[in-house]
T-cell receptor, first 111, second 113 residues
């Protein structure tokens, strides 16, 4: 069974601080995705990484896929209160198309 | 990208009854999935909804409890049967689009009393 370990599970920081969320597995994933979810809504896709070593940037968010495609990180620079939410990493399991989710990181950015 | 309309958005149900949740996608998706989520926690996959055939269930989930239908490429239903308070959760559907894209419904918050 493929598992994704996401850390930290909770993060409370001040506006302007930087943070990094990690997603690790002992298994190789064909692709890995990061989602952000707000209360009462479904997860919204932020980025998909497919190639080992890939780095993608989305404004203040930087996503990295490990060389071996077993781990990923999300780095937020100068966090803002609008970044508050639940962040989820998810990997596609083989050819099934199923998404396996990490435990999630609840981020609170205080003004 | 595809948009999924999920309903109802929430419901409060008596134990022993059943609730059917519907998801309608505005375009064809290759695969559809159903998840369960406790508030503030991660998503657990219940099953893959297969078009025109029986759904594929994950360990711990069975068809008698969570019957699923997918009559075409844009519509699926999940029924939570013979509900108990332990079934209180958020239920979400998801569709896989091309190039590994996934879109989610906004969820159904179910409370069983």
């Amino acid at each position: 069974t493929q598992l994704l370990e996401q850390s930290p599970q909770f993060l409370s920081i001040q506006e302007g601080e930087n943070l990094t969320v990690y997603c690790n597995s002992s298994s190789v994933f064909s692709s890995l995705q990061w989602y952000r979810q707000e209360p009462g809504e479904g997860p919204v896709l932020l980025v998909t990484v497919v190639t080992g070593g890939e780095v993608k940037k989305l404004k203040r968010l930087t996503f990295q896929f490990g060389d071996a495609r077993k781990d990923s990180s999300l780095h937020i620079t100068a966090a803002q209160p609008g970044d508050t939410g639940l962040y989820l990493c998810a990997g596609t399991a083989g050819n099934t198309g199923k998404l396996i989710f990490g435990q999630g990181t609840t981020l609170q950015v205080k003004p | 990208s595809a948009v999924i309309s999920q309903k109802p958005s929430r419901d409060i149900c008596q134990r022993g009854t059943s609730l059917t949740i519907q998801c309608q996608v505005d375009s064809q998706v290759t695969m559809m999935f159903w998840y369960r989520q406790q508030p503030g926690q991660s998503l657990t996959l219940i099953a893959t909804a297969n078009q025109g055939s029986e759904a594929t269930y994950e360990s711990g989930f069975v068809i008698d409890k969570f019957p699923i239908s997918r009559p075409n490429l844009t519509f699926s239903t999940l029924t939570v049967s013979n509900m108990s308070p332990e079934d209180s959760s958020i239920y979400l559907c998801s569709g896989q689009t091309q190039n590994y894209g996934y879109t989610f419904g906004s969820g159904t918050r179910l409370t069983v009393v």
